[in-house]
C-alpha cells in the first residue's frame, strides 16, 4: 500500500509540474502578445502594418515581431518592402539605364539593379543560334504579346474581332 501511495502522489506531483509549466509557458507567450499590442499602440513607428506584414512573410513568431518592432524603433531597421517603389525604380531603370538606377538606389534609398532585375517581368524569349524554327517564334511571339492579349481581352469584354501581327524587320544583335 505504500508504494501504490508513493505512486499515486508522484503521478500527481509530475502531473501538478506539467502543468505549471504548461501555464507559464502560456503566460509568457499572453505576455509577450500584450507586449506586441502595447508597443503597436504606442505609435512609435508610422508604417506598423508594412512591418508587421513583412515580418509574417518572414514567418516570425511573437517574439521575433517584438525584436523587428524595437529594432525598427531604434532606427536599427528600416523596412525594406517594395511595391510602388519597385515600380517606380523598374520605370526608372528601363527608361534611363543602369547608372541612373544606380544613382536612384544610392540616393533615395530605392530598390538596387539586382533587385529590379531578378524582380523583372519580362518574359523570356527564346534564342536561336542559327535560322530560328517556328516553335521558337512561336514561343516567343506569345511571350511577347501575352500581356497585350489579356489587355484587349479585357479591353473588349472578350470580343476581340481582328488582330494584326506585323513584324517589319527582324534583327539579330552580335555577340562575341
Known sequence: MLHRKKKVIDFHRFQSLNQAKKLLSKAMVLSHQKQLLMAIASGKINQIDRLLSIGLRQKKG???????FFA?????????????????AMLVWRL??????????????????????????VPLLVASPVQPTIQQVQKNVEASLDGISKELHSCMNGK?????????????????
Open 160 to 176: 476581340v474581332l481582328h488582330t494584326v501581327v506585323m513584324f517589319d524587320e527582324l534583327a539579330t544583335k552580335k555577340r562575341l
Open 72 to 88: 525598427a524603433a531604434d532606427g536599427v531597421y528600416t523596412l525594406k518592402s517594395f511595391t510602388e517603389e519597385a515600380m517606380r
Open 96 to 121: 534611363r539605364g543602369n547608372r541612373i538606377a544606380e544613382i536612384n538606389h544610392h540616393s533615395q534609398d530605392e530598390p538596387s539593379v539586382t533587385y529590379l532585375w531578378s524582380h523583372s517581368n
Open 62 to 68: 511573437i517574439q521575433g515581431l517584438l525584436s523587428l
